[in-house]
């Protein structure tokens, strides 16, 4: 009985370093294939969609006496958008209306913007990208892969267009004593708008930048 009890105790040991060795492996594995994976690859917490602003001013400022269009509406290139004194404020492209000035019948400066507009067509995806976080790997025509909040888990493809020539600036001020502070970079990545109309302007994004092949 006593060697029964010896020999089970012998083989539930064995089970369990059994067990142990084979977690080990499966969790070496699983580390191998992430880093064969990940090794060309950068990513970037920090993005969003985004497209430049056109910003419709009056040259000489005046009383805005009307805006004509809304948030949300499409406009044609030469349309009539809003009329500050004498002077009506016209596209000078088709555009996407994001924000229009709410103050009609008061004074506004001169080219102060009234109407603001995008280009859907120019929306892309702007990453910042650490400085030391693989900065110097980045080419323009390297592939991406990236995703937006609004769509979870949902990949979108991309191509690295442009990449700063400057930091963005963070205005904040450091002393010798402080922290020494890691810049951030844009780097621009284009997508068919096209082929993702669900994209919007301000959406928030991460991105996966590949810098050669696994």
Known sequence: M????????????????ILLGITILVAGAVSLFYWETTKNQIYVEKAEVSAPTIALSAKNGGVLREVFVKEGDVVSANA????????TIKTSTQGLVIKTKDVVGENVSPNEAVVSIINPADLRIVARVPENKGL???TVGQSVVFTVDAYGSKKFNGVVSEISTTSRDSGLVFNISDKREVKEFDVKINFDEK????????????????TGTN
């Open 2 to 17: 006593e060697n029964m009890e010896k020999n089970s105790g012998i083989s539930k040991r064995r089970g369990i370093v």
């Open 80 to 87: 009539v958008v809003a009329q500050v004194g004498d002077e």
């Open 136 to 138: 110097s790997d980045v």
């Open 195 to 210: 082929q993702y109309p669900e994209l919007k302007n301000g959406m928030s994004a991460e991105a996966w930048i590949i």
